[in-house]
């Protein structure tokens, strides 16, 4: 099965308009959005603070022949989001056994920090978030979707 590594972008509230940026100067395309409001919808213990209702919680931009993705949610909570620590490779396939494969394989490494262990999520049957040796966070994402 194949598997493909993706640019993840935290962008603190602003995704909707980074969203809009890359349209209009990249000639993005949107392959997927959702909002915190939509959110709610598939994960009623979904909560988020009022007035964000239109904030990412995930989305998937193709630029040219490459995809990004978008999200205004941290993506390490144990560190202040800021500009260089609001970005992660997302590595994402629809092999559940490949994804988890690579996931067990780095939790052996003592170097590697766990940011958040491989476990079924609303959005996917298998997802994790870890940090390698050298500081470049990585989400494993089984996914459900043909993009």
Do not use: W
Not at 51 to 65: A, F, K, M, N, P
Not at 112 to 133: H, M, Q
């Amino acid at each position: 099965m194949s598997f493909e590594a993706i640019t993840f972008l935290s962008m603190n509230g602003q995704g909707k308009e980074a969203i809009a940026f890359y349209q209009k100067y990249f000639q993005a395309n949107i392959l997927f959005k959702k909002t915190y409001k939509e959110m709610t919808a598939m994960d009623a213990e979904f909560t988020y603070p009022e007035g964000q209702d239109e904030y990412i919680t995930h989305s998937v931009l193709t630029i040219g022949e490459n995809k990004i993705m978008i999200s205004d949610e941290e993506i390490d909570p144990s560190q202040s989001l800021s500009v260089g620590n609001n970005f992660a490779i997302c590595i994402q396939s629809k092999d559940h056994a490949l994804i988890e494969q690579f996931y067990h394989s780095l939790a052996q490494r003592e170097e590697v920090t766990i940011l958040k262990p491989f476990e079924a999520v609303t959005f996917s049957p298998g997802y994790a978030i870890i940090r390698d040796p050298f500081g470049i966070v990585f989400q494993l994402f089984v996914t459900k979707h043909n993009f």
